[in-house]
Structure formats: C-alpha cells, structure tokens
C-alpha cells in the first residue's frame, strides 16, 4: 500500500513536472515565435521604408531636375545656339563656326545662305575659350560632319587659366551629353571642387526665379524667340566709329596662355583624328593691333597639325569694310559689317572650298525659312541695295584692287584645300550682278567727310540691342 | 564647414549610413570617426584644443570620482574655461590674432559641466577617453550648440539605436524646415541689417522695422540652425534637447530667457546662479537683505544680485566689446529689478484688479517685446554710439513719403514678397506649436501622399529661393562665432 502510495506520488510529481517542463518549452517557444514574428514585421517595416525612400528619392530627383531645366537661363547666347543645334538636321551643316562673340556677331549666316547657297552655323558664346571649343566641337561632331569647322583665332589673346561664372554657364549650360558637359564645366572652373555647384546646375542657377517667363516651363526649350530655323547669327544694330587698327604686319609672337595653347592643340588633334577641315579664322576687329602677336602664336601651333587659317585682319585683305561705321563696338562687327565680312567670306569659301549651293533644295529649308525671316527684318542688306550704292556701304580705301604679287593669301595645304590658283589664273573681277566692281579712279565720287558720312545718308536701322 | 553646406550634408549622409551599418555595440564609433572628420576638417587648431580639452574633461573626472576635492575641481575649471576666456578675449585685448577652435564656447561649457556634475555624483566619469571626446565633440552640436549635459546625450550617444523609419522621417522633416528658416527667410533679411549699418540719414520708421526685422532673422537663423543640428541628430535615433520655443510669445523678460537659447540659460542657472544664491555668501545676503527690506524681498536680492552677474556673463560670452557689456548689464538690470520688484508688482496688479490672463496677455506680450527689441540695438551694431545713435534716431522723423524707394533700396519688392511669405508660414506654425498642437508630429505620422508634396515642396522652396551659392555668403551662421 505505502509502495503504491509512494509510486502513484513518485507519478505525480513526474507528470507535474512534466507539465512544468511542458509549459516553460510552450512559453520558450512561443517567446521565440514572437520574437520571430517581431523580427519579420521589422524586415517588412524596415522593407516598406527603404521602399518609400528610394521612390522619394527618385521624385526629389526628378523635380529637381525639372526645376534645373526651368531655371537655366535658355535664350543666352550660348545656350541658345547649343539649344538650336540639336533642332537642325543631322549632317546638313556645311560650315561650322566655332568659337567667341566675334563669330555670332560677325559672321551672317542668312548672306552666306542667300547669297551663296552654304548652310553654315555659329556655335559661339561669349568669351568662349578654347577649352570650352574642344568639347563644344566633340558635341557637335555627333550629330553634324560639316565640310569646314571655322575656329574663331581670339581665344588665344586669352590670359586667364579659368572662365568667368556667367561665362561658364553660358558656354556649358547648353551642352547635352553628361561627360562632354562635366568635361567642359572641369575645364572651365578655376578650381577642382568649383565644378559641383555647375554640374548640379541648381545652385548656379536658382537665382534665376527672378526672370522666369511661361516659355521656360516647357519643352523643347525656348531660343528667345528665335524659331527652329535659327542659325546661330545675332546682329546688332548699333554703330559706333571706329579707325582701322595700325598693325605691324610682322611675325613676332607671344606665347599663349599655356590652358588655351594646350586645348587649341587638342582641337586639333580632335579634327585630324575625325578627319575634318579645321580652318582657323581671325575676325575684324579694331582692336586688332593687340591681337596680332597671338594670333601668330596660335597660327605656328596650328602649322604643326597642318592647319592653317585665314585672317581677315590682314591689311591687304581689302573688301569694303568700313570701320567707321561697321562696328558696334570696339569688338564686334555690326549688322553692316558682318553682312559685308559674310558676303567676303562666303566668297572665299566658295573659291578655296568649292562648297555645295544647297539653294532649292528641300532638305535645307531651315536655312532658307531662316534667312527669309532675317530680310524680312533687314530688307535694306539684300544684295540690290548695294549694288545700287555701293558707296554707301564700302570704304573705297577698303576695296580689294587687283592682288599685288606676293599678297596672295597663304595657299591651303595639300589634299585640304583644293588646288590653288596657278598663276596667272587669279580670281578675276566679281561677275556682274555679285559683287559691286571696284570703282575706277576716276568714278570716285566725292570722299565723304571725316568721321564719316552723316547718320541720315546711311542705310542703317535703329540702334537696337548689343551683343556681348 | 558650415552644417548647410555640401560637404557637411554629406559627411552626416555617409556617418547615417555608416552608424546603421554596423552593429549596434559599435555605433557610436561611426559617431566619433563622423566627429573626428568633422573637426579634422576644420583645422588641426581645432583638433589639437577639443582633444586636450577632452583629454582634462576625461582625466579630472576619473580623478573627481576617487577624491571630490573643491580645489581639483577649481584647478580643472580654471583649465578649462580659462583657456576659452583667453581664446576668446585676448585677441581683442591685444590686437594679436589666434584662430579660434570650432565650437569652442559649446564644448567647453560642456565639458565644465560634465566636470562639475561628475563632482556633485549626478553623473558617473567615463572611463573611456574617446567616449569622454565624443560627448564634447559630436559634431552636429559643435557649430552652435546646444550645451548638453552628460545625463542628457551622454547614453544617447554611446549606446548604439536601431533605424527607426518615423525618427527618420521626422529628423529629415525637422532638418528642411530648419534649412527653410535659415536659407529663404533669415539669410534673405540680413540685407536690412547692412541697410541699417550704412551710416546714411534714415527716418524712424526704418530703423524700427530695420531692428525688428534684425530681431526676427537672429530668431529664425539661430533656431533654424538648431532644427538642422537636431533633425540629423534625431536620424541617428539620439534627441538633443530644445534650444528655443517660440521665445516670441513670452509674456516676460525671465521667459523669453527660458525659451530662447535654453541651454546657455541653462547652464548659467545650473552652474553659477543656483551655487551662487544657495552659497553661504548668498544665504548671509538674504538674511541681511530681510531685515532691510522684509523677507520676501530680501531674499529675494541674492538671486538678483546673481542675476545681473549671469547677463553680464552672457553678454560678455557673445563679444568682447562695450556693446556685451551694454547687452548684458540691460538685461540684467531688467530682470534683477522684476525679481526684486515682484512683491511691487503683486500688490499693484491686486489694488488695481488687473487679471492674469485675458487681454493683459497681448500687453505683456507687447512690452516685453520692447523690452526685448530695446536690447537689439547693441546686438548688431559695432559700437555703444552706433546703437545709441540708431535708438534716438528710431523717435525721430516718421515720414513715409520715401517709403516706396527706401524699401527697394534694401530689397527688390520680390525678395519683400518672398520674406514676408516666409515670415507668415513659420508664424502660423509657430502659433499652431504653441497651443501644444505637435505639427511635425503629426506630418511626420500621416499618410505618404500628404506628407511627400509638402516635403517636396519644403525643399523645391529651398533650394531655388534659398540664399546660397556664387555671389552669397549668408550661408555663414551668426552663432557660429561664439
């Protein structure tokens, strides 16, 4: 009896402790559910968040960008003309103009059209350097493989290492592709760590929110009003007298600024290696006597790469500019000016380049809708008005008289240019109805006064706007 | 490195995503190398004295703990605040220049607090020289406080905190609106501070608004500053404590010194007002005071007498000029009479059935905005004449016939537009805070599809109306100085 009691206890304390051990196991494991429950609505929770975070990033992002694009200034010379040539057809340009205001101001891309049917556009801004040029012309070669890249010479009067900020984005804010644009942002900034505010692009810009109008929230980006068809060329209205700058027409150079020579000699490179026609030009200008030194410097450093150049500074380089009234400052060629630099220009190209008329053909209507748009606008530059006054227009001391021996222009390289004239075989007279003929001594009329013919004898319009 | 600049912003970025990463017994390490970095970049000048400062703060605690001796813990003080007093003031004595440490005022009143708790036992001594370094030199607060105490950041700091999605959110909302106060709104004001310190003939209405608006752009540059110090803070899980509460809606001089920079008030109160006036010195002024002036006033004149010490101290603390000293000593006497008057102003308000509340609320609001705006005119002039000059000048000549030019001399009438805007939106907030209402809180709990357009307009307003950038240098903090 004492052994079962005994054992039915022995039992019952086993089972109890059983029991015990059974409820200690079922709170442990039920603690461990939980725990894991707990973890798992911690990854999920932690999921969710991470979630949320990169989808407000994303927005963040992409607002910011709109607000970028909104605020970078569109109509700016420079960014206007980066803007327009993504607009013009692949592989339509002819000439490309590469380089300062010099270039947008000087060279009259609707003379160049109407008159001689070549499609050619200014992909200048103001100040541009040549640092700026080198990937401004890697940009444009993407979309464009034109049969003379023209590379403006005045950079190389340049002394500073870096571009100015407003240049800077001028000159950069345009460009499309990511490594072009940060190349050429790094290439302009003085130092390295400059270079973040202007590839955000942001804090460059958002001060900006004081100019905004309705065209600059939407795409594509507004060109000041220019239209499509724009094709780089800003004129200025304005006149202001200059003299022709007295130049010793010698050799003698002055080294560059070591950052301009280094990007000038890289173009280069980028143009024989892309197998395309650079020609470096040097626009008038009348404050050339300083220029001039540089301008040797850089055309030595081109002869190295077997480029050349055509510098319109030349003294005996004569085609009827008048200084006096063909500036409108003492930079930049005017309305006039570039109409009669363009139409002298155009005419060289035709020659030594042998270039396309592109004149009725349905491919390049831009250019012509362009040009149509501009004569409109300044219908007292077509051809007929000067024709009628030529004397209105051109300096006789400025005409071109038959070219003396030995003052031909430097004859282009072999297998660049086409071949050179032989002698005796110079360019004659324009044919009649293209250029004025050059007055005879004798029908030389009265010299007009010094400084000058009176404003109300000249067939200029309003002085309106300037260029930069 | 200003805490709005890039490079600051990514340096907290990286130190999260570091601190995050690594487990938590380890956190405060990614703490102390985003510190170290931070004080690093500042200069070695600042290195070199923010470690010595932590290596007597560290040592003279574990020494305090093994024997509280009064005169170790003077020798240690000394050591420590005066070698901010010789930073601070010797230059200016002396004509000679030295560079000033980053935070130094932060970090040396807190380490001589930690000091002086370690001695009281509030606080056990750390035994772990670069967690002593880390309390003095976390970096978000080095810029312009707060001054914390051990008890307050010390855990906080060392022991590690799991990512929290809502201190997230809500450290980030806190950081923008921070960024909004001080970018669009005070920086955008300080042209009417320049206005006013031209030296040109202005008429009174001008000087007013111009120390006015002086008055709100200190408030939202030093408190926007301090969201931003507190919204990173908040990120990493750890929460400073308030270094402002809406100091403009106080209804006396004592309160707006309780709700405006809070823990230098703090500290002071902690740290020299209460030993003073509980001292055997202060308690024998009582007793003699009593029996002069009756007991409630005269106990009354320890406190008081320590009151106009602490201003001083205060006014002195911001520059060593006449202006601190006038600053200071205004304040002071201000509110050493309101102590010392306080029976004389019970009776009054009793004889004359004044009521507590109801419309002597706005009066006293009003006068002690005066009270307050009185004392600014010493605060951002160069000199006592300056500032006396521009307050006789505030009574004179109220012609509003110039108006129009004036004001678009200081300021385009956009920027006018844009300030003011701001000005509204962190008042109608601040109203909203202060009925208790949690605004933040409750933006930073609510659905995504609200909180995400008004974060992203917070930020679409910052970064494109904020002053920042090539041809700006209002970025600077005016508390940085200090």
């Given amino acids: 009896m004492a052994e079962t009691e005994e054992v039915l206890k022995a039992a019952e304390t086993a089972a109890e402790t059983a029991v015990t051990e059974t409820q200690t196991a079922d709170s442990t494991a039920e603690a461990a559910a939980a725990a894991a429950r707990e973890k798992k609505a911690r990854r999920k929770k932690l999921a969710g968040f991470g979630i949320r975070l990169v989808c407000f990033a994303v927005l963040t992002v992409a607002l910011l960008t709109y607000a970028t694009y909104v605020l970078t200034p569109k109509n700016d010379y420079g960014i206007c003309s980066m803007v327009t040539l993504y607009r013009q057809e692949p592989d339509t340009i002819d000439v490309l103009t590469v380089g300062t205001s010099l270039g947008y101001a000087g060279i009259n891309t609707n003379v160049l059209w109407k008159e001689y049917g070549i499609t050619a556009y200014n992909l200048c801004s103001a100040e541009q350097p040549f640092w700026v040029s080198y990937y401004t012309i890697q940009e444009a070669l993407k979309t464009q493989h034109p049969k003379v890249i023209l590379l403006d010479a005045k950079p190389s009067i340049y002394t500073r290492d870096y571009s100015k900020r407003g240049r800077t984005i001028l000159s950069t804010f345009g460009i499309r592709d990511p490594i072009n644009r940060i190349g050429a942002i790094e290439a302009c900034v003085e130092k390295p760590e400059d270079a973040v505010s202007y590839i955000l692009g942001l804090p460059e810009v958002h001060s900006n929110y004081k100019k905004l109008e309705w065209s600059d929230f939407v795409f594509p980006p507004d060109n000041g009003g220019r239209g499509d068809s724009w094709k780089g060329y800003i004129e200025s209205d304005v006149i202001e007298k200059h003299e022709k700058p007295s130049v010793v027409w010698n050799s003698t150079k002055r080294n560059m600024n070591a950052r301009e020579e280094e990007y000038a000699r890289k173009i280069f490179e980028l143009v024989n290696e892309k197998g395309v026609l650079l020609v470096l030009i040097g626009l008038p200008n009348p404050d050339y006597a300083n220029d001039h030194m540089y301008y040797n410097a850089l055309w030595s450093v081109a002869a190295e790469y077997g480029i050349t150049g055509i510098n319109y500074n030349d003294p005996n380089m004569r085609f009827g500019l008048r200084y006096t009234t063909d500036f409108a400052d003492w930079q930049h060629l005017n309305v006039k000016g570039a109409v009669t630099f363009s139409r002298k220009l155009g005419g060289d190209l035709q020659t030594w380049l042998n270039l396309p008329d592109h004149r009725g053909d349905p491919k390049y209507d831009s250019w012509e809708e362009c040009a149509k748009s501009w004569y409109s606008k300044y219908s007292e530059f077509e051809s007929s008005a000067w024709e009628k006054n030529p004397l209105d227009w051109f300096d006789p001391e400025e005409l071109p008289g038959p070219p003396m021996e030995g003052e031909f222009p430097a004859p282009p390289m072999e297998g660049e240019f086409p071949e050179p004239p032989a002698e005796g075989e110079l360019p004659g007279p324009p044919m009649e109805g293209e250029f004025p003929a050059p007055p005879m001594e004798e029908e030389f009329p009265e010299m007009p006064p010094e400084g000058g013919p009176p404003e109300n004898e000249l067939p200029i319009q309003d002085q309106e706007g300037e260029v930069s | ?482």
């Fill in chain 2, 1 to 482: 490195m200003s805490i709005l600049s890039i490079e600051f912003l990514l340096l907290a970025a990286g130190t999260l995503a570091v601190y995050y990463l690594l487990p938590l017994k380890y956190r405060w390490i990614a703490l102390l190398a985003g510190s170290a970095a931070f004080v690093w970049f500042s200069g070695w000048q600042s290195m070199a004295h923010l470690s010595a400062a932590a290596l007597v703060m560290w040592g003279g605690g574990l020494l305090l703990r093994r024997k509280k001796s009064r005169l170790l813990l003077g020798t240690l003080l000394v050591l420590d605040l005066g070698a901010m007093a010789f930073l601070k003031y010797y230059p200016s004595l002396s004509g000679a220049e030295l560079i000033l440490p980053i935070g130094l005022s932060y970090f040396t009143f807190q380490s001589a607090g930690y000091l002086i708790d370690v001695y009281r036992g509030k606080t056990e001594a750390q035994k772990n020289p670069l967690k002593a370094w880390l309390f003095i030199g976390y970096f978000p607060q080095l810029s312009q406080g707060p001054i914390s105490t051990w008890k307050e950041i010390g855990p906080q700091l060392m022991e590690g905190h799991r990512l929290e999605p809502e201190k997230m959110v809500s450290g980030f909302q806190l950081m923008l609106w921070g960024m909004f106060k001080k970018m669009v709104i005070a920086d955008r004001l300080a042209a009417t501070t320049t206005a006013l310190l031209k030296g040109e003939a202005m008429p009174g209405w001008f000087i007013a608004g111009g120390v006015i608006l002086y008055t709100i752009r200190l408030y939202l540059d030093f408190s926007g500053g301090m969201d931003v110090i507190r919204g990173i803070s908040r990120m990493a899980g750890i929460e400073l404590p308030e270094n402002f509460r809406r100091p403009f809606f106080s209804q006396s001089v004592a309160e707006y010194w309780r709700r405006w920079h809070i823990t230098l008030g703090a500290w002071f109160r902690s740290y020299l007002l209460y030993p003073l006036t509980t001292s055997r010195a202060g308690i024998a002024l009582s007793k003699a005071a009593s029996k002069v002036l009756g007991k409630k006033t005269g106990r009354s004149v320890p406190t008081a007498l320590a009151t106009l010490l602490v201003f001083l101290l205060i006014g002195v603390w911001h520059t060593a000029n006449w202006n601190a000293v006038i600053f200071g000593a205004y304040f002071g006497i201000v509110m050493a009479a309101s102590t010392l008057l306080e029976q004389v102003w019970k009776t009054m308000r009793t004889t004359l059935n004044l009521p507590k509340k109801g419309w002597m609320s706005p009066v006293r609001l009003v006068r002690t905005l005066l009270l307050v705006l009185a004392a600014q005119y010493f605060a951002f002039t160069p000199d006592p004449a300056t500032g006396f000059s521009l307050m006789s000048g505030t009574f004179a000549n109220w012609d509003f016939s110039a108006f129009a030019d004036k004001m678009s001399g200081v300021m385009e009438p956009l920027e006018w537009i844009i300030a003011g805007v701001g000005c509204l939106i962190v008042l109608v907030i601040d109203i909203v805070c202060e009925r208790k209402i949690d605004i933040g809180g409750k933006l930073a709990a609510t659905h995504f599809w609200i909180r995400w357009p008004v974060l992203l307009l917070l930020i679409l307003a910052i970064v494109v109306f904020g002053i920042y950038g090539a041809g700006y240098d209002g970025a600077a903090f005016l508390y940085t100085q200090f």
